[in-house]
Each structure stands twice: as structure tokens, then as C-alpha cells.
């Protein structure tokens, strides 16, 4: 098991940036394939961007596609998301999740260890 931490949400303007940070403690992080899910008010957790173990595979659902980034820096066991020219449609809790695989999921229930969330309001 994993112990995931999100941060870096905040409040920002249409068309603003922000960079989200997960960081993870407890297993070999290098182990594990990354996601990040967002969940907006009344609705469904949805898959936002995965990330494969060593980094070599980024995925990404296509409503980001293009604007957001994921990586990771296996080092400082930590995930990231650079998201960029933000929309109000973009708004949710952004949570991080891990998995104990080689290969990334893009459904919830791929992934076994998940953080809290970080709250992302984007104004209009």
C-alpha cells in the first residue's frame, strides 16, 4: 500500500495555470503506474491522466488533452500535473491514485491507493 498526498489546488481565473503535486510514501513508488481522477459536484469520479511506472507512457482523457501534462520524478517518490489554459468546466476535486502495475488503467477501479484530493475552483 501506498499513502498518496495531493496539493497545489486553488482558486484561479479562466485561462490560468495551475500545478498539482501528489506525493507518495510507504512502497517503492518507482513500482507503481499514476493517475490523477477529478470528481465535480454531482457527478461521476472521471479519469483525467495516467502515467506509466518509469514515465515513458502519458495518457490523457480528452477534455485535457493538450492542456494538461502529467510526469513524475520517481526520485522524490512524486507525481505532477501542469494544468494550463484552464476552464471553468474544470473545476473539481483532483484526487491521485497508484497502481502496483506496469501497465496504466484509465477506470476507477484500476487503481488501489488514492488521496484525499485537492480542491481546483477556475472562475469565470
Known amino acids: 500500500q501506498v499513502q498518496l498526498v495531493e496539493s497545489g489546488g486553488g482558486l484561479v481565473q479562466a485561462g490560468g495555470s495551475l500545478r498539482l503535486s501528489c506525493a507518495a510514501s510507504?512502497?517503492?513508488?518507482?513500482?507503481?503506474?499514476m493517475a490523477w481522477f477529478r470528481q465535480a459536484p454531482e457527478k461521476e469520479r472521471e479519469f483525467v491522466a495516467a502515467i506509466s511506472r518509469i514515465g515513458g507512457g502519458q495518457y490523457y482523457a480528452d477534455s485535457v488533452k493538450g492542456r494538461f501534462t502529467i510526469s513524475r520524478d520517481n526520485a522524490k517518490s512524486t507525481v505532477y500535473l501542469q494544468m494550463n489554459s484552464l476552464k471553468p468546466e474544470d473545476t473539481a476535486v483532483y484526487y491521485c491514485?497508484?497502481?502496483?502495475?506496469?501497465?496504466?488503467?484509465?477506470?476507477?477501479?484500476?487503481?488501489?491507493?488514492w488521496g484525499r484530493g485537492t480542491q481546483v475552483t477556475v472562475s469565470s
Open positions: 491514485a497508484a497502481r502496483p502495475s506496469l501497465w496504466v488503467g484509465m477506470a476507477r477501479d484500476d487503481y488501489d491507493d
Open positions: 510507504g512502497r517503492t513508488f518507482g513500482g507503481y503506474a
